[in-house]
């Protein structure tokens, strides 16, 4: 007897396999016409239109994406990336509400009181009220991912998992094809699904504006004493403390261009970068808006800077769609703030896995004036900024890299604009650490190195490793070209 498979969407079963049930989702769920039924009441060979009423002549090349089954996420993914996704989801959700671990034990003695107290009582106020509320959300997701697990594992036609789709805006490294390709319009492939609609809906805008961004201050220096605590860490290095961690507000869609943007941004605007590094002080000292960010960009362009970027993307201004290293480069540039853009690519997917890591790596040994922590000196918080990270389909900010033990295996640290801290990360901001990792210059001093027992645990949603950067040939980073503070 088969067993029943279920919808992550609605909770549909069905036994009669796997065909009846990829008719369900393509009949009920899915985003446009559906490509498993007959159009009876429209000519196929007349274009449908898109979202803003215009034509879609068919020279979009179908992505592959698919939608995260997750309430509230929103992010649509790559066939490829839903199950390592949904894992960080999973390790998101048990973190957060179901796993109570002991506190942290300092290396050095301190009080009975302090060392007894619950690690929820330096988390932020919204994380300890949702712990009351979770169970049945953390229910739902958890029946949604386990279905869509079930059906990432069925035999399939579909080449989505294994393509690599061409990039864009390779100037460097990709030669005559790419040059063909510049100025003209793209498509949902490279701007995501609403990459025809002039402007986002009203709730999202008022939501963007009321609500802002989840940010999480504090961050690195409770990476370093991960890392310190951590058996499988040989080496890490990590860039200044004061930069903050900035994820999705809930039901936001796709802006991780944009809060990748936001976390350069941080480090920008804490002294003594923002009096010292030059034009900082054009973003007065303030984390700017999506909506500040989207001008900034526009204005590039109206400045003739990477000014293509207008004609492939129609305008960006109030809109959902995506943007990448070009509309960075673009606004960077526009304040005149030394950052530059880096393409790495190979055929072989390992060759160019290889390539980023030892990029990434070299970036942070750079800084000769890092502070050494640890046993051995194997943490060393460098006065770096971050690193933009781009491949197909995602980007994430690099905060540092690590070497592990045993194989010297390389893994990138990162802020993934997908996920928020964990629980076990938040209850440590803050504990047995002063105001001095918050970004005057005095990176970890007077800090009391804490031991946490389960670290490994705690940095698993930050850590990318070839298991993760296998699936990809191409990236694209930008870089600080400044001098360092």
């Given at each position: 007897?088969?067993?029943?498979?279920?919808?992550?969407?609605?909770?549909?079963?069905?036994?009669?396999?796997?065909?009846?049930?990829?008719?369900?989702?393509?009949?009920?769920?899915?985003?446009?016409?559906?490509?498993?039924?007959?159009?009876?009441?429209?000519?196929?060979?007349?274009?449908?239109?898109?979202?803003?009423?215009?034509?879609?002549?068919?020279?979009?090349?179908?992505?592959?994406?698919?939608?995260?089954?997750?309430?509230?996420?929103?992010?649509?993914?790559?066939?490829?990336?839903?199950?390592?996704?949904?894992?960080?989801?999973?390790?998101?959700?048990?973190?957060?509400?179901?796993?109570?671990?002991?506190?942290?034990?300092?290396?050095?003695?301190?009080?009975?009181?302090?060392?007894?107290?619950?690690?929820?009582?330096?988390?932020?106020?919204?994380?300890?009220?949702?712990?009351?509320?979770?169970?049945?959300?953390?229910?739902?997701?958890?029946?949604?991912?386990?279905?869509?697990?079930?059906?990432?594992?069925?035999?399939?036609?579909?080449?989505?998992?294994?393509?690599?789709?061409?990039?864009?805006?390779?100037?460097?490294?990709?030669?005559?094809?790419?040059?063909?390709?510049?100025?003209?319009?793209?498509?949902?492939?490279?701007?995501?699904?609403?990459?025809?609609?002039?402007?986002?809906?009203?709730?999202?805008?008022?939501?963007?504006?009321?609500?802002?961004?989840?940010?999480?201050?504090?961050?690195?220096?409770?990476?370093?004493?991960?890392?310190?605590?951590?058996?499988?860490?040989?080496?890490?290095?990590?860039?200044?403390?004061?930069v903050h961690h900035i994820s999705k507000l809930k039901r936001e869609g796709g802006f991780c261009g944009y809060?990748?943007?936001?976390?350069?941004?941080?480090?920008?605007?804490?002294?003594?970068?923002?009096?010292?590094?030059?034009?900082?002080?054009?973003?007065?000292?303030?984390?700017?808006?999506?909506?500040?960010?989207?001008?900034?960009?526009?204005?590039?362009?109206?400045?003739?800077?990477?000014?293509?970027?207008?004609?492939?993307?129609?305008?960006?201004?109030?809109?959902?769609?995506?943007?990448?290293?070009?509309?960075?480069?673009?606004?960077?540039?526009?304040?005149?703030?030394?950052?530059?853009?880096?393409?790495?690519?190979?055929?072989?997917?390992?060759?160019?896995?290889?390539?980023?890591?030892?990029?990434?790596?070299?970036?942070?040994?750079?800084?000769?004036?890092?502070?050494?922590?640890?046993?051995?000196?194997?943490?060393?918080?460098?006065?770096?900024?971050?690193?933009?990270?781009?491949?197909?389909?995602?980007s994430m900010t690099i905060v540092g890299f690590e070497r592990g033990t045993g194989t010297g295996e390389g893994?990138?640290?990162?802020?993934?604009?997908?996920?928020?801290?964990?629980?076990?990360?938040?209850?440590?901001?803050?504990?047995?650490?002063?105001?001095?990792?918050?970004?005057?210059?005095?990176?970890?001093?007077?800090?009391?190195?804490?031991?946490?027992?389960?670290?490994?645990?705690?940095?698993?949603?930050?850590?990318?490793?070839?298991?993760?950067?296998?699936?990809?040939?191409?990236?694209?980073?930008?870089?600080?070209?400044?001098?360092?503070?």
């Amino acid at each position: 007897m088969t067993d029943a498979m279920e919808c992550p969407f609605c909770g549909w079963k069905t036994k009669e396999g796997e065909y009846q049930m990829l008719l369900h989702m393509e009949t009920l769920h899915a985003e446009g016409e559906p490509p498993f039924l007959a159009a009876a009441d429209q000519d196929r060979t007349s274009p449908s239109p898109n979202s803003n009423g215009t034509a879609n002549t068919g020279n979009d090349d179908d992505p592959g994406y698919v939608e995260c089954p997750v309430e509230g996420c929103g992010e649509f993914l790559l066939l490829s990336q839903v199950e390592y996704h949904l894992e960080l989801h999973t390790t998101e959700e048990t973190d957060v509400h179901d796993h109570h671990p002991p506190p942290p034990d300092p290396i050095t003695a301190v009080s009975e009181s302090t060392a007894s107290s619950s690690p929820l009582s330096n988390a932020p106020e919204s994380v300890s009220k949702s712990s009351h509320k979770a169970s049945e959300p953390s229910t739902r997701h958890s029946k949604a991912i386990s279905a869509w697990k079930r059906l990432l594992r069925m035999p399939s036609s579909s080449s989505y998992s294994h393509r690599i789709l061409w990039r864009r805006h390779n100037s460097k490294t990709s030669g005559d094809s790419e040059s063909k390709t510049r100025g003209t319009r793209l498509g949902r492939k490279h701007l995501g699904r609403y990459a025809h609609e002039d402007r986002m809906p009203d709730w999202l805008a008022d939501l963007l504006r009321k609500k802002g961004q989840v940010q999480t201050a504090g961050v690195v220096p409770v990476l370093a004493q991960l890392l310190e605590s951590s058996p499988s860490t040989h080496r890490a290095y990590l860039c200044h403390p004061c930069v903050h961690h900035i994820s999705k507000l809930k039901r936001e869609g796709g802006f991780c261009g944009y809060r990748n943007i936001q976390m350069l941004c941080s480090y920008l605007t804490q002294p003594p970068q923002s009096t010292t590094i030059p034009n900082a002080h054009k973003l007065a000292s303030q984390i700017p808006t999506i909506f500040q960010i989207q001008d900034y960009i526009e204005a590039a362009w109206d400045n003739n800077i990477s000014a293509t970027g207008r004609a492939e993307t129609g305008g960006i201004r109030n809109t959902r769609k995506y943007i990448g290293t070009p509309e960075a480069v673009a606004m960077f540039r526009y304040l005149g703030v030394p950052f530059a853009a880096q393409s790495i690519k190979d055929k072989s997917p390992a060759k160019a896995v290889e390539m980023l890591l030892r990029t990434v790596e070299e970036y942070f040994r750079s800084d000769d004036k890092a502070i050494v922590r640890g046993e051995g000196g194997k943490v060393r918080l460098t006065g770096l900024p971050p690193l933009y990270f781009q491949h197909l389909g995602h980007s994430m900010t690099i905060v540092g890299f690590e070497r592990g033990t045993g194989t010297g295996e390389g893994r990138l640290l990162v802020f993934d604009p997908h996920f928020k801290d964990c629980y076990q990360v938040l209850g440590m901001v803050g504990m047995n650490n002063n105001s001095n990792n918050g970004g005057d210059g005095k990176r970890g001093a007077g800090v009391v190195p804490v031991r946490y027992p389960y670290p490994d645990g705690a940095l698993k949603g930050y850590r990318r490793g070839g298991g993760y950067l296998g699936d990809f040939k191409e990236f694209e980073l930008l870089k600080w070209v400044g001098p360092n503070c």
